[in-house]
């Protein structure tokens, strides 16, 4: 009986801790969300193009059918550009150093998409509600660095880059493959709703997704 009292006051600390640790998370997920909107704002209040040889400057491609096509440049392009929507089913978006930064993508289908970026990509982009299933997500140095992917369906994508400080609330990883994310950028990710993954998801090694209080789902 005291053997028994014992395993289930552990048990029971164990959850209050996870418990702490997960209203941590939350409390983290409210003041990052906070300083997105700011920069957000702050990056919107900069006024017209700055410069002429940003392509797509703030370009509206909302609700386009863009599936299958290929968007590239060699130039920071696609900035603030609105996807919204979009149909990107088997698309290839490629760009230069900076390119696609604060680009929206929410609600976007982006199955089978090729998301390739220089330095600096992809920053705070958003994909909330997207589906990027089975897409391979690529970006050098800083690439994706504040990005929300919240609600977001990454199963059986491929992704690198880096990733720090991003947003994967309710994000699924099933399947996914984030084995070549470094593990301290995969930690630095905050979350209100835990992201999901299985038994097919690689993580980089020493990265522990029960630690980071991932769920995982069968």
């Known amino acids: 009986m005291l053997?028994?009292?014992?395993?289930?006051?552990?048990?029971?600390?164990?959850?209050?801790?996870?418990?702490?640790?997960?209203r941590e998370k939350q409390l983290r997920y409210a003041e990052e969300e906070l300083v997105r909107a700011r920069d957000e704002l702050r990056d919107q209040l900069r006024g017209t193009q700055?410069?002429?040889?940003?392509?797509?400057?703030?370009?509206?491609?909302?609700?386009?059918?863009?599936?299958?096509?290929?968007?590239?440049?060699n130039s920071n392009a696609f900035q603030r550009a609105s996807f919204r929507n979009c149909r990107l089913e088997g698309a290839t978006l490629e760009g230069g150093g900076a390119s696609f930064q604060f680009?929206?993508?929410?609600?976007?289908k982006l199955a089978r998409a090729?998301?390739?970026?220089?330095?600096?990509?992809?920053?705070?982009?958003?994909?909330?509600?997207?589906?990027?299933t089975d897409a391979t997500i690529v970006g050098a140095s800083g690439s994706f660095q504040g990005a929300t992917f919240e609600g977001t369906i990454l199963i059986?994508?491929?992704?690198?880059?880096?990733?720090?400080?991003?947003?994967?609330?309710?994000t699924k990883f099933?399947?996914?493959?984030?084995?070549?994310?470094?593990?301290?950028?995969?930690?630095?990710?905050?979350?209100?709703?835990?992201?999901t993954y299985d038994a097919r998801t690689k993580f980089p090694v020493g990265f522990d997704p029960i630690e980071h209080l991932w769920t995982r789902v069968e």
């Open 50 to 73: 700055p410069e002429p040889l940003r392509s797509f400057w703030e370009a509206d491609l909302e609700g386009s059918n863009l599936a299958g096509m290929t968007l590239a440049s």
């Open 3 to 22: 053997a028994a009292l014992l395993f289930n006051w552990i048990t029971f600390l164990q959850r209050v801790e996870r418990e702490r640790r997960l």
């Open 156 to 170: 059986g994508a491929k992704m690198s880059g880096s990733f720090q400080s991003v947003n994967f609330s309710g």
């Open 103 to 108: 680009a929206r993508f929410d609600s976007a």
């Open 174 to 195: 099933e399947a996914a493959d984030l084995s070549a994310i470094n593990r301290d950028n995969l930690a630095s990710s905050y979350f209100k709703i835990p992201p």
């Open 114 to 132: 090729a998301l390739k970026g220089d330095v600096a990509s992809f920053q705070a982009a958003s994909f909330v509600g997207a589906d990027l």
